[in-house]
């Protein structure tokens, strides 16, 4: 696959989301901007075959064990060669067998209350996932609680205030969305992006470009 295009993965074996939809449009019109084309696929086969020269590779609210033991495979040496990946949302609920792709990701799903209106808080803007935003952006999702917070091994990049929603588990310690390079390439992750009223919201279409163009080491 050429270095020009991106890969967006969308398997589930567990829940799956509406919005993969409107997300894939989103990402197909998020790469244009930055010259790329964009496949979107459900086969874990393509992964095993098709990652090499891919600029960055999306897994798009991806739930369940979804991946075969040659396309694991192929996104760990993918990882170690210095590729890109974007996890969005579910992409948090994938793999819980695999521990590598935990250290990918950064932290495992536990729970979520219902969707509701709350409040992100901006922790690093210099970073262009969130360089746009004010100190607070408000948002409505399902602000996913995770097993263990990343911070101390990822760089976060947004937290949720959980005063300002009903039912949240991780106290004043509640990352959302962060980066790191701790697997060999760059990996960027939000929480966020439930609802298919999001990939219209033009704050969280930013949010998910720069996210991509870090990762994928292109200016957005």
Avoid at 7 to 30: C, K, M, N, W
Avoid at 97 to 123: I, K, M
Avoid at 124 to 135: F, G, W
């Amino acid at each position: 696959m050429s270095a020009e295009r991106i890969l967006v993965f969308t398997r589930t074996t567990g829940y799956r989301h509406d919005s993969i939809p409107q997300g894939i449009e989103a990402f197909r019109d998020l790469g244009g901007g930055l010259g790329l084309t964009v496949e979107a696929t459900e086969d874990p086969g393509v992964l095993a075959t098709a990652l090499d020269g891919c600029r960055a590779v999306v897994f798009l609210s991806t739930s369940g064990e979804v991946l075969t033991p040659e396309s694991r495979e192929a996104l760990r040496e993918y990882a170690a060669a210095g590729g890109a990946f974007v996890g969005v949302h579910a992409a948090a609920t994938t793999e819980y067998d695999w521990p590598w792709y935990g250290d990918l990701l950064g932290a495992r799903f536990e729970r979520h209350p219902e969707l509701q209106p709350g409040v992100a808080v901006v922790e690093d803007r210099d970073h262009p996932a969130t360089a746009h935003l004010d100190a607070a952006w408000p948002f409505t999702d399902e602000w996913y609680d995770f097993r263990a917070s990343p911070r101390g091994r990822v760089r976060v990049l947004l937290s949720a205030d959980e005063s300002t929603y009903e039912g949240g588990g991780m106290g004043e310690d509640h990352p959302l969305a962060w980066c790191h390079e701790n697997t060999g390439g760059r990996s960027f992750y939000t929480a966020l992006g439930h609802s298919p009223e999001a990939y219209a919201d033009p704050a969280f279409r930013r949010h998910l470009l720069g996210g991509l163009a870090w990762a994928a080491r292109l200016v957005p």
